[in-house]
């Protein structure tokens, strides 16, 4: 296009530049033109004048030299006439050729602007052609993606109103089952009722017969009265009236496991609304045994995301407020009618700072399966046993014979029983030692006695060793690999593709399975991953404890040392990397091997136990008394703390030194003088110590006379 | 799982927070040992959980500092160190702070290069303590270098005399007396040694006395005197409280022949302190009726404590 544009201006200006010339050429030619026409016209006025005076002689016609003259005059002037007209004819040609050269210009610059003008509108076309091409194209773009949104929706649409279908199945199948169950045990009832009834029929027959004389009895219409009653008497305009915004107290719920049967198709879509709304934490049942064969059972909260440290919570117990035990779990709660609560389930609720309502919920049972758990220490309830896993069950005391002719048909070692004494909730016992081998295919109706029936499904499991990251484990301490669940399902177990074997503790292993690397286990029913890396090995000491008996942090005191584990680091404001050295108060002067290597402690007025700490910046050879001439000589000695080192030699030391050094040089060679004037014996009291003691002397002698 | 395989895991991962150690008990199936001590059954419902145990223990040894004493992080390792102490037969030194199992080969080859014993003991609810014992202090220096330990010679001493005394005004930050009905309060009793029920207005006027104040899980100890309030730690106020009394009650005993340092079980000492107390004998205190018994204490150490604690020796 711009092209075109150009090529269109470039065009117009040299048309341009063509016409300016061509006008100026014309212009002067007739500059030109107008010179001769002028003096043409002078002759043509002359020939009027010629012609005027020829008219007179015409009309005084009677002078013969007068018509001679004017004979040659006008042949002259014909001459003239012609020459002139010549001339006229030419320059018409001149100009006709001009103008037609002009328009053939004119005519060319015409043609080449339309040519642009063309070009300019084809480009003009394209442009609003691809434009438009480009619209459709997002048309089409968008169009698609609407549809593809509309797709999804659906599909969410659809996989909502699944589970809501799948809900509601279960809802029914669970009612179905309550009804049964609250069939049979009205059934029950009525049983007992009945047999009441029979006995007091026939003890009323008695009577009557005794009495001669009947009495009517309806005893047990009675007695069904208020149970009948008593479902419906929960007060429904109670929750209608309450305007709590977020924590709703409910009633806790009786556990039933999920019966495994067939879906059946759905009937209605009304619980849709009760699938969107919030769902409560779980709240988990923990034992942990404790010594002498002590137990403790508590509740455990799951902490979800965004949950507080600290919640306080309201409902089933009395709960204390809630405080984190990990990211993921709360701190456990011992309630005091702990047997009552696991057996009608437990609802606390509470509100969060930003608004939302929190509910953890327990559905009330009559028996628990616990488990080892990858996160928690102690056993961890779980919805059923699983094959070849150790597991404690908790029950009821009416529940106890059940139990035990489940798990029975299990394969289970006969487990021990701990009762009430050994720490477990009021009304409750609890099986320790449970292993089943045996799968048993649960009843369908979802009875509670399901959780004692193992499924025939393999899991591998990852536990132990020291983990040090999600799927991390430490070198040297690896996860130990099991299967839980039908092992005998399960042919092959490979780990990085080699296949596995058991080790006496019946832990899957392989060669090298526990190097460092990542490392995958298959199996035919999943698959898991782990890796071993190498932890830390660079550790660096810090500032922990600064005058202080911990606990408490204390301002910053740069003259005084701190603590970190067992090491003692010196006060900031000297040297880093100096080590703190501890000699006897008498002897609190450190000698170095070097000459001006010499540091006073100075022991502590409010310790007085006979030591003191220095910080040399050297490493000490002697520790000597601070006032040796005035000291003890009896008690007193020049101990050793350092290696047998001999003094530097005096030829090593600089011959110009600062001043500072030449007055610790001093200080050195006197202090050794002072102790060896009054005549201090080394400690340890041996030959050799004397000697290098001697050395020193020597040293000090010298330089004495050198720098003093 | 032991407590040193969490000392292996706080190693590897130099440093963390209180949430994740308390986690790594949990995974680490770390129980309560049964021999923890005579005094501490199942059943007592006021003992310290496992985690706390653990923690204080981890401490008091000197493997690794929590909180305040952590730096950045809510409990960091100590690096690996050897404290040497000097005994009548030689020079003992303890392995104290991280370890992994290189480091432990390096040991255990530096040592066996040096013909030193290297031991291993087993104190519950404590990572095993991993003791070197030489005839002279140079040659557990030396495996120190060649292992790549940090050395602190003569720890117990070297601790102690780098620790304020208890009189020493850091030891004491002013504060505010809680308001309000529901806290529970507590007064320390040095007669029986016990937190004996008070009130607010017993703290507002006391002369000088350790409080505590309780509500629900938060918990304050505040040495009372003349209508202030000073925030100190728990073991450092009991001893406050001794000194503060117009007959000063000493609790400490020292036994110079069996070279035991012993206090009742409530008047256990500062942390720090314990730390300097365990590095002498390379063992945590025994509990024996309850009295807390250290053992392998020099004289001159017991007098640093005392001195410290403004205690006299009996």
Redesign the interface.
């Known amino acids: 296009m711009e092209a075109v544009f150009v090529l269109g201006g470039l065009a117009f200006l040299l048309a341009l530049a063509v016409a300016i010339g061509v006008t100026r050429f014309i212009q002067r030619r007739r500059q030109a033109g107008r010179e001769p026409r002028e003096s043409s016209g002078a002759v043509i006025n002359q020939d009027s004048h010629s012609r005027s005076a020829e008219n007179a002689p015409i009309v005084v016609a009677d002078q013969p030299e007068t018509q001679a003259n004017d004979k040659e005059s006008v042949l002259l002037d014909g001459e003239v006439r012609r020459t002139g007209l010549r001339d006229d004819q030419r320059t018409a040609d001149e100009a006709a050729q001009r103008a037609e050269q002009l328009a053939r210009l004119a005519a060319a610059h015409r043609v080449r602007r339309k040519a642009a003008e063309a070009a300019h509108r084809r480009a003009e076309q394209e442009a609003q052609k691809l434009a438009a091409a480009q619209k459709e194209q997002q048309r089409a773009d968008d169009a698609r993606q609407h549809a593809e949104n509309l797709a999804r929706a659906a599909e969410a649409d659809r996989i909502n109103r699944k589970a809501a279908e799948e809900a509601l199945r279960r809802a029914e199948a669970e009612a179905q089952a309550a009804a049964a169950r609250e069939g049979e045990r009205l059934a029950a009832e009525e049983a007992q009722l009945a047999a009441a009834h029979e006995a007091q029929r026939v003890a009323d027959e008695d009577a009557r017969l005794a009495a001669l004389e009947e009495t009517p009895c309806d005893v047990a219409n009675e007695q069904l009265k208020p149970a009948e009653g008593a479902p419906d008497s929960q007060p429904i305009g109670d929750s209608a009236t309450m305007d709590v915004p977020a924590p709703q107290r409910r009633d806790p719920r009786l556990y039933r496991p999920s019966p495994r049967i067939a879906p059946t198709p759905p009937v209605s879509t009304g619980a849709s609304a009760e699938l969107t709304r919030e769902r409560a934490a779980p709240i988990e049942v923990r034992l ?5 064969g ?1 137990c403790s059972v508590s509740l455990l909260p799951r902490r979800g995301n965004g949950m507080p440290a ?1 919640l306080l919570v309201t409902g089933s117990g009395d709960p ?2 809630l ?5 993921d779990w709360y701190e456990d709660v011992f309630p005091a009618n702990l047997g009552q609560l696991l057996k009608e389930g437990v609802e606390w609720c509470g509100s969060i700072p930003d608004g939302r309502s929190f509910r953890a919920s327990l559905s009330g049972r009559e028996i628990y399966v616990l488990a ?1 758990h ?4 102690g056993f961890v309830s779980l919805p059923r046993l699983i094959l070849g896993q150790q597991h404690v069950v908790l029950c009821t005391e009416a529940r106890m014979a059940d139990v035990r002719a489940a798990l029975r048909l299990t394969g289970s070692p006969d487990p021990i029983l701990l009762a009430q004494d050994a720490g477990t909730p009021a009304g409750w016992v609890a099986f320790r030692g449970v292993s089943p081998r045996i799968p048993i295919e649960p009843s369908g109706v979802g009875d509670i006695l399901d959780t004692l029936r193992p499924l025939p499904d393999v899991e591998i499991a990852l536990g ?1 060793g ?3 990251g999600r799927q991390a484990w ?4 690896p996860p130990s690999i099991q299967l839980h669940g039908d092992v005998n399902a399960i042919d092959s177990l490979q780990i990085d593709g080699v296949e596995a074997t058991r080790d006496p503790e019946n832990n899957c292993i392989a060669p090298g399975w526990d190097s460092l690397g990542d490392h995958t286990v298959w199996c035919i029913s999943g698959s898991r991953t782990y890796s071993i890396r ?4 660079q ?4 500032d ?2 600064q ?9 910053t005191t740069p003259s ?9 680091r010196p006060p900031k404001t000297l040297e880093p990397g100096v ?4 000699i006897p108060a008498s002897n609190s002067v450190l000698i170095g091997a070097a000459p001006g290597e010499i540091e006073i402690c100075m022991p ?1 007025s ?8 220095g910080y040399p910046r050297f490493e000490p050879i002697w520790a000597i008394p601070a006032d040796a001439i005035r000291c003890n000589k009896r008690m007193s000695r020049v101990l050793l703390i350092g ?1 047998r080192q001999t003094p530097t030699k005096l030829a090593q030391l600089p011959i110009s030194m600062k001043l500072d050094d030449r007055h610790l040089i001093s200080a050195w060679s006197e202090a050794i003088l002072a102790a060896a004037r009054k005549g201090l014996l080394t400690g340890p009291s041996r030959a050799d110590i004397a000697d290098l003691w001697k050395a020193y002397k020597r040293c000090a002698h010298v330089l004495r006379g050198r720098y003093r | ?1 032991s407590a040193a ?1 969490l000392l ?2 706080m ?4 440093q963390g927070s209180w ?2 150690f ?2 790594a ?10 021999d ?1 001590g005579d005094d501490e ?3 007592d419902p006021f003992a310290l959980p ?1 985690y706390q145990t653990l923690r204080f223990n981890l ?1 008091r040894v ?4 929590f909180f ?4 950045d992080a809510e409990w ?6 050897l ?1 040497v102490t000097q005994q009548p037969w030689g020079s003992r030194g ?1 392995l ?3 370890r ?4 432990l080969q390096r040991l255990t080859t530096a040592a066996g290069q040096a013909g030193v014993k290297l031991t291993s003991r087993v104190f519950p609810d404590y990572p095993d303590q991993v003791v070197v014992t030489a005839d002279d202090q ?1 040659a557990l220096a030396a495996i120190a270098k060649r292992t790549g330990l ?6 117990s ?10 009189s ?1 005004p ?2 004491r ?1 002013p504060t505010q007396l809680p308001f309000g009905p529901d806290w529970q309060v507590g007064r320390f009793s040095t007669s029986t040694l016990g937190w004996q029920s008070a009130t607010l207005s017993d703290a507002a006027s006391a002369s000088g006395s350790l409080f505590r104040f309780t509500l ?2 938060q918990r304050d100890v505040l040495f009372c005197e003349r209508g202030s309030a000073f ?3 728990a073991q ?1 106020g009991k001893y406050i409280a001794f000194r503060s009394e117009r007959h000063r009650r000493h609790v400490l005993r020292y036994n110079g022949q069996t070279h035991t340092l012993s206090m009742p079980a409530p008047c256990r000492p ?4 314990e ?1 300097a107390l365990i ?1 002498c004998s390379a063992s945590p205190p025994a509990l024996q009726g309850g009295t807390l018994i250290y053992t392998e204490i020099p004289q ?2 017991a ?2 404590v005392a ?2 604690l403004h205690q006299e020796l009996r």
């Open positions: 942990i045994f404790e010594r002498a002590f600290e204390p407020p405080l984190e035990l990990q990211d080892p990858a996160e928690l220490r132990g020291i983990r040090i430490l070198a040297g301490f190498d932890g830390a090995e550790w660096e000491p810090w922990a404890y005058w202080s008996l911990g606990e408490l942090g204390t301002e005084r040392p701190s603590i970190c584990g067992v090491l003692v080590l703190a050295t501890i502590r409010d310790v007085r136990a006979g030591l003191c700490i290696p | 799982m395989a292996f895991w190693s590897a991962r130099r949430q994740q308390r986690a008990v949990e995974e680490l199936q770390l129980n309560p040992s049964n923890a059954d199942g059943s496992i401490q000197g493997h690794a500092e305040s004493g952590a730096e960091r390792v100590t690096p690996p160190s404290a303890i104290v702070g991280a992994s199992l290189l480091l140079s940090l050395l602190q010679c003569d720890v001493a070297a601790i102690l005399l780098s620790l304020p005394p208890i020493d850091c030891m930050h629900r899980h925030r100190v730690p450092v500062p942390f720090l302190i730390r590095a001159n150490i007098l640093i001195a410290l």
